[in-house]
């Protein structure tokens, strides 16, 4: 494959999964307790070229580049008064214990409500854990005392889907909880446009390349080839 061929399109897959994880994003741009991800790239490192002939360094070329992780910005947002009893957000570090079918896993999304049973449960209809381990009743007012909830600390916290989180339970201090809350996305719109605007460019500069070399291969193949000396 020529050279030219194989940089222009690892650099159109790496936009591509950039452009996924800015979607995702957006589309996130209003889930309490959501956080944003950055997707960060990297080369596979440079080739030097030399003359052929005199062996004289011309100078380095990249060869391809690829997404070298996806990173979560975990830092809390500021919370928002909803009124709604079974809305939490915690004010500071950790997040909220609930058990699924997958074991034990954490949110910071605090948008809870009540199942058939009167225990308190996410959306998905997982039970939230309390400060004991087990589920948390809702009170015949339809209220719960935020200091019932299990918060926790997470070493290696990462994204398992539903605005779900795994990880280890650890150490240090956790924020307080407040009631009749929910915590802002961390997803912002405008600079996920803006990235947007700039991966979709990128990727458009990709496909010039390979059309451009593509034509330029159609030409030698078609046309040097039927020149008479």
């Keep these: 494959m020529d050279r030219g061929l194989y940089i222009a399109a690892s650099g159109m897959l790496a936009e591509q999964v950039r452009?996924?994880?800015?979607?995702?994003?957006?589309?996130?741009?209003?889930?309490?307790?959501?956080?944003?991800?950055?997707?960060?790239?990297?080369?596979?490192?440079?080739?030097?070229?030399?003359?052929?002939?005199?062996?004289?360094?011309?100078?380095?070329?990249?060869?391809?580049?690829?997404?070298?992780?996806?990173?979560?910005?975990?830092?809390?947002?500021?919370?928002?008064?909803?009124?709604?009893?079974?809305?939490?957000?915690?004010?500071?570090?950790?997040?909220?214990?609930?058990?699924?079918?997958?074991?034990?896993?954490?949110?910071?999304?605090?948008?809870?409500?009540?199942?058939?049973?009167?225990?308190?449960?996410?959306?998905?209809?997982?039970?939230?854990?309390?400060?004991?381990?087990?589920?948390v009743q809702v009170g015949a007012d339809g209220r719960v005392d935020p200091r019932q909830l299990q918060v926790v600390n997470l070493n290696g916290p990462r994204k398992d889907g539903d605005s779900l989180v795994a990880g280890n339970p650890g150490g240090g201090p956790v924020g307080q909880v407040r009631a009749g809350a929910l915590e802002g996305s961390g997803a912002d719109p405008a600079r996920s446009m803006v990235d947007m605007i700039a991966s979709m460019r990128a990727f458009e500069a990709g496909q010039r390349v390979i059309t451009t070399i593509d034509e330029t291969l159609g030409k030698a193949a078609n046309q040097v080839g039927n020149l008479s000396g």
Aim: glycine letters at 14%.
């Design 19 to 135: 452009q996924e994880q800015i979607a995702n994003d957006l589309s996130n741009a209003s889930t309490p307790g959501y956080k944003a991800d950055r997707t960060a790239q990297r080369d596979f490192g440079e080739m030097m070229l030399a003359n052929g002939v005199t062996g004289q360094v011309i100078g380095p070329q990249g060869t391809a580049v690829q997404v070298d992780v996806v990173q979560t910005d975990w830092t809390p947002m500021p919370a928002r008064e909803t009124g709604e009893p079974l809305d939490f957000a915690i004010t500071g570090e950790g997040f909220f214990a609930v058990q699924t079918d997958r074991g034990a896993r954490y949110t910071r999304n605090g948008q809870f409500t009540v199942s058939p049973q009167g225990i308190l449960v996410t959306p998905q209809g997982d039970p939230v854990l309390g400060r004991g381990g087990g589920p």
